[in-house]
């Protein structure tokens, strides 16, 4: 945070956010902080993350529409979603909010927490750890994130 408000003069609520959201990687702080897409990207991924156990099949697949304008962001998108998974599972083990780096979204965590086992987060991650694999390997891309929105929405309800 304060090397990317010093060196880059990123202001301090940005630096903040790319900070926590980089995962201590200072590339991808510098590269979160920088980019002007970085906010719509995280506000698209909570839509879809919010309310996926609410979402019609078609819907979460139109989700995938979004994604697949950004091609060459959906590492980032994966990424931004594996922290979600990673809070509802912290705030699940812990009850602890201070852990929890979606603050704003505390309450929808708390909620996802309560509905989802930790063996179908355990399914979540591996399905977004896969997808990240399918990805680098080639395989269609609509198919690969499909794959992955699925078995997110399959996991959601318990």
Do not use: G, R, S, T
């Given at each position: 945070m304060e090397?990317?408000?010093e060196t880059y003069q990123v202001p301090d609520y940005l630096a903040r956010t790319a900070?926590?959201?980089s995962g201590g990687n200072v590339g991808k702080a510098i590269k979160y902080a920088s980019s002007e897409d970085f906010g719509k990207m995280k506000d698209d991924i909570l839509h879809i993350l919010k309310y996926i156990d609410e979402m019609q099949t078609y819907e979460v697949i139109s989700g995938l529409k979004t994604l697949s304008i950004s091609k060459?962001?959906?590492e980032d998108y994966i990424d931004l979603m594996l922290l979600w998974y990673r809070d509802i599972l912290v705030y699940k083990a812990t009850q602890d909010p201070e852990l929890v780096l979606y603050k704003e979204e505390l309450s929808y965590i708390r909620e996802?927490?309560?509905?989802i086992s930790y063996e179908n987060i355990n399914n979540i991650i591996n399905a977004m750890e896969?997808?990240?694999i399918r990805l680098k390997a080639n395989v269609n891309f609509d198919i690969a994130i499909e794959l992955m929105l699925l078995k997110l929405k399959e996991n959601c309800n318990g």
């Open positions: 090397l990317l408000m900070a926590l959201f060459n962001n959906i996802q927490a309560k509905k896969k997808a990240k």
